[in-house]
């Protein structure tokens, strides 16, 4: 017996884990029509969603980011060491620059896209792009002009509908979104199409397209950017994508042609001046030549004019020199820092300060661009700034040695051309004039010649000048929507289809404070549930007289046979009915239950105990002038009150009688003690149907005869906080052997969950084991014969 206790004990817990199991599947089950309506809303609710939203492509491009060998410094300088900078270009910053306000407002004014055009066809809703053939713009805003789509209808090329009123073609009017007009070309087929617009700020689209764009480096170290977008639009997409790359190149190549732009004004300033300066000294030249009847200079002037002329060149283009240098000193002084441009150095030959000066150019380039997308505290920028002040410093030291080596320049050429006056006092006067005017327009010109030759070299420069960056692949789509994901969507609102449902009914079970199933009583009280009795809609109050093979006589026939395991000890049992409310069925089972043991050939007698509200002798049809409450107050004999019920042999009643004022008081004045004791001579059972204990102290009063008592609980009406109440009954031992009757257990609710119905016949509802099968069938082909 020990060696088989625990696989026993394994079998029944696994017996609850099923029992539990189908408890929660019949639960939900049951409500299988809820569901079904719920998936099937939900679903339409989903398409409708669905079809609603406007489909968004996935549009991507990738480029990469130059390694420029020659920035900032070498290999040592301060961001290398900082490892800030390992491709001498931070990825992070150019993400920055891509997505920052000014290159995307350059894009959406370029590609006009600060309005939107749409279709509706029902629920679905189409973008218009490079398709309306008509265009809207809103040449002047109002308070109204962002707060919803405006309708519009080209009715001609000369008339349309605005937001329901009828507005010119091709003029500006005035409406509620503002001042408006509307564009259109001679061959628009949109005609008679309405469509809506919506209007924006650059500004506001800009930063909507911002918040869309992704960018991120292909893998940790490479320096190639994957750029990616989503939209309605595929093409509008790619256009977006292009215009981001080419408005990003030219903000690069802008950065670095600011120096070259500058020395170019600064020669063209040079060339407009020297030009006229130039006009005048060629009319001397042809003046002087005029009035002095020469037509040309000796070869020997010659030579010495051209000797003269390249010293004079070389005096000018040193002045032009120090005059760069020197505004490159004053640039370097200046303590405020205030230019960004560096001043030109056009004429400077030497190689370090040369360098330098590109390095410096470089930097201030670098600080100008981070400073778009990041603050002026951030460690970056104080690390170009020391890397610019040091470069400074530099230059300071080195123009001071340039400018000494230009001085002694200066000076001999200055004692040359000294020379060459002394030389000039020994030409004859007339040709010495002609020398004199001729020199000065030798100077002009190779001046001017040598201005027009840097303003060729810088052109050339600023037209060489590329990006930083280089496309990789154009803008590119498969075309194929990635939003909304149709699949996933519809089984999320399949699952919420089926989970809404559920949580109804499971807050409806949480809401409910009735007694529903035999777990809600578990959970409550630990008062054993002797039986369960099902729920019927026969009105016959002797069930198991008029209906003896129904379920409910079966469950009756079941109770009184666990009867025997209550008290087996008395012979002549006493058996106590009460519930905590009118109503839950306790006079119904102690009546049928008195009549199936009457059945057995046990005599039984059932006493109608409610003095206050008798049911009994009304359902038997019994005459109660006589009954208890006579024989209490000694107005009767027991032989009086005892009246047989004649649909059961062996079955007797003692009804209530007339109806006391004061139940309580007759119960107690010890003449139904003597009864009891009397009847128990007499029958073998003697069953008490007592008033509610909820209600009444009756039922008490009675417990103390009683050997057993059977609490009545009925499905769907008991109150689950009554059982706390009966639960204290059950731990004080106010009743004598306390047994639950589980009564009305609805099964289509589908709360008995086997433990009342079949009790393991193994016979099913279709095979007439149940003399109710039979009498609904019976009940059908009457019904339909009575319709014939």
Do not use: C
Not at 562 to 574: A, G, N, T
């Amino acid at each position: 017996m020990d060696n088989n206790y625990p696989a026993s004990q394994t079998e029944n817990e696994k017996a609850n884990i099923e029992g539990n199991l189908n408890e929660l599947v019949f639960k939900y089950l049951k409500y299988w029509n809820w569901f079904l309506f719920s998936v099937l809303l939900f679903l339409g609710i989903s398409y409708v969603y669905i079809n609603s939203q406007i489909p968004q492509y996935k549009i991507e491009t990738d480029i990469l980011i130059k390694d420029d060998k020659n920035s900032l410094g070498d290999e040592k300088d301060l961001l290398k060491q900082l490892d800030l900078n390992s491709s001498n270009k931070i990825i992070d910053n150019e993400v920055e620059i891509l997505k920052s306000n000014t290159l995307m407002e350059k894009v959406v004014s370029s590609l006009q896209l600060q309005n939107n055009y749409y279709m509706y066809n029902h629920i679905t809703k189409k973008i218009l792009y490079d398709s309306t053939m008509y265009k809207v713009e809103l040449l002047k805003s109002n308070e109204n002009s962002y707060i919803k789509e405006w309708d519009v209808t080209l009715l001609n090329n000369h008339q349309a509908i605005f937001n329901s009123k009828k507005v010119p073609v091709n003029l500006p009017f005035e409406s509620e979104a503002g001042l408006v007009l509307i564009t259109a070309n001679d061959k628009s087929s949109a005609v008679g199409h309405k469509i809506f617009v919506e209007f924006s700020t650059i500004k506001r689209v800009a930063q909507h397209y911002i918040n869309n764009l992704n960018i991120e480096p292909a893998s940790k170290d490479a320096t190639v950017l994957l750029i990616t977008m989503e939209d309605g639009v595929v093409q509008r997409g790619k256009n977006i994508l292009n215009k981001l790359i080419d408005e990003y190149n030219n903000a690069a190549i802008d950065d670095k042609n600011k120096t070259t732009s500058n020395q170019l004004i600064f020669i063209q300033g040079r060339l407009d001046s020297l030009a006229g300066e130039l006009n005048n000294v060629e009319k001397n030249v042809a003046n002087y030549k005029s009035s002095h009847k020469i037509t040309d200079l000796s070869d020997e002037s010659k030579i010495f004019l051209q000797s003269v002329s390249d010293n004079d060149a070389q005096l000018t283009k040193l002045d032009l020199e120090q005059n760069n240098i020197n505004n490159l000193e004053n640039y370097l002084n200046d303590a405020s820092d205030s230019q960004v441009n560096l001043p030109s150095m056009l004429g400077i030959d030497d190689p370090t300060l040369l360098g330098l000066v590109q390095q410096l150019a470089e930097s201030k380039i670098k600080k100008e661009s981070l400073l778009r997308t990041i603050p002026e505290t951030n460690p970056i920028i104080a690390s170009i700034d020391d890397q610019i002040k040091g470069l400074k410093q530099s230059l300071i030291e080195t123009i001071k040695n340039v400018k000494k080596g230009l001085k002694t320049t200066r000076e001999q050429l200055l004692s040359q051309s000294k020379k060459f006056e002394a030389t000039t006092r020994n030409v004859p006067s007339t040709e010495k004039g002609l020398l004199d005017v001729m020199r000065e327009q030798q100077i002009k010109d190779t001046l001017f010649t040598y201005l027009l030759q840097k303003r060729e070299e810088t052109l050339l420069q600023l037209a060489s000048t590329v990006s930083d960056s280089r496309i990789i692949d154009k803008a590119k789509s498969d075309e194929a929507e990635i939003k909304p994901v149709r699949k996933l969507i519809y089984m999320m609102f399949f699952l919420l289809g089926l989970v809404v449902p559920a949580v109804i009914i499971y807050v409806k079970d949480i809401l409910n404070f009735k007694v529903m199933k035999r777990t809600d009583i578990e959970r409550y009280t630990n008062t054993p549930i002797l039986a369960e009795i099902a729920h019927s809609k026969d009105i016959s109050p002797l069930i198991t007289i008029d209906r003896p093979r129904s379920i409910i006589s079966e469950q009756i026939r079941a109770l009184r046979t666990s009867l025997q395991f209550i008290s087996p000890e008395q012979e002549h049992k006493v058996l106590l009915f009460t519930s905590n409310i009118s109503g839950e069925g306790k006079s119904f089972i102690s009546l049928n239950l008195g009549a199936s043991l009457a059945s057995t050939g046990k005599k039984t007698i059932i006493l109608e105990l409610d003095l206050r509200k008798p049911k009994l002798h009304s359902v038997l049809e019994i005459n109660t002038d006589v009954g208890l409450s006579n024989y209490l107050i000694g107005k009767a004999g027991i032989s009086d009150i005892i009246k047989p019920i004649s649909q059961q042999e062996n079955y007797s009643i003692i009804t209530s009688g007339v109806i006391p004022p004061n139940p309580a008081e007759l119960l107690l004045n010890g003449k139904l003690e003597v009864l009891i004791n009397q009847l128990k001579k007499d029958f073998d059972f003697i069953l008490l149907d007592a008033p509610p204990v909820g209600l009444v102290t009756d039922a008490q009063i009675l417990a103390k005869w009683a050997d057993a008592t059977l609490f009545i609980i009925r499905h769907n009406y008991s109150l689950k906080g009554q059982l706390v109440q009966l639960e204290a009954f059950y731990k004080k031992r106010s009743f004598k052997n306390l047994n639950i009757v589980f009564n009305s257990v609805s099964r289509d609710k589908g709360v008995g969950y086997g433990y009342g119905y079949g009790y393991g016949y193994g016979y099913g509802h279709g095979y007439g084991y149940y003399e109710e099968d039979q009498s609904k069938k019976k009940s059908f082909f009457k019904t339909s014969k009575k319709k014939d």
